[in-house]
Nanobody, 115 residues
Framework: QVQLVESGGGLVQAGGSLRVSCSAS????????MAWYRQAPGKQRELVAA???????NYADSVQGRFTISRDNAKNTVYLQMNSLKPEDTGVYYC?????????WGQGTQVTVST
């Protein structure tokens, strides 16, 4: 059974940095892609960043140049380094893994950016 566990969320001031992690219960090498989504209060869940098994990454326009997604296959972990955080980055950050027709989600970790 696939389990994804996020960690590293918290409260940070605007302009600060935070790194969230997603640890998988299985080898992440077999996933076609892994991604971070976020959901702000009253808004739909949106894609923040994704990374393929080959290491190719793509980002939402709103975080391009500020966030970096990376993966450590040896640790079965995906990271999202978030710099120059803004209040609008506040939300619950979810880890997502896709393999063929299956999609797996973590429980989410709260990130709050204060002014």
């Amino acid at each position: 059974q696939v389990q994804l566990v996020e960690s590293g969320g918290g409260l940070v001031q605007a302009g600060g940095s935070l790194r969230v992690s997603c640890s998988a219960s299985v080898t992440i090498y077999n996933f076609n892609s892994m991604a971070w989504y976020r959901q702000a209060p009253g808004k739909q869940r949106e894609l923040v960043a994704a990374i393929t098994s080959g290491g190719g990454a793509n980002y939402a326009d709103s975080v391009q140049g500020r966030f970096t997604i990376s993966r450590d296959n040896a640790k079965n972990t995906v990271y999202l380094q978030m710099n120059s955080l803004k209040p609008e980055d506040t939300g619950v950050y979810y880890c997502c893994a896709k393999r063929l027709l299956s999609t797996y989600w973590g429980q989410g970790t709260q990130v709050t950016v204060s002014t």
